[in-house]
């Protein structure tokens, strides 16, 4: 599941290839959330059906993707919660259900990825805004995690 036509090339640097594998992340996190498959499901199924460059990851971007996706579908509960705080305005079932998972996903990696540095985290978050969400979600997008980033340092 793409939003954009065009083919791009496979993974050459682990940095892409991490890349890629959120990008997988988010499609099966969409998969699960609008299909309302299981996550097991959606696991089984996703790289059945994938393209290029998702389906081209080596098999430890593929873990990663399938541990990022599990974990946030495992820790909804947790993450929602983080974000509504700090989209003071907004509630969560009206946001665009892919800035929602953006978010959920950005939110899950700075909890659980202790190892990504959080300018990483939102800098991926952007790029994924950037293709599967519009110019103003990147914003929107942006200020949220940004203001999470600054609550949870605090912490």
Known sequence: MTTRTERRPAPRTTKQARHHAREAALQ???????GRASMADVLRTFWLHDEPPASELAPDHRAFAEALATGVAGHVGGLDPIIAEA????RLERMNVMDRLILRLAVYEFLHERDTPSRVVINEALELARTFSTDDAVRFINGLLDAIRRRLERE
Do not use: I
Not at 28 to 34: D, K, S, T
Not at 87 to 90: D, G, I, L, N, S
């Open 28 to 34: 099966m996190l969409y998969q699960w959330e609008v």
């Open 87 to 90: 989209a003071e305005h907004w």
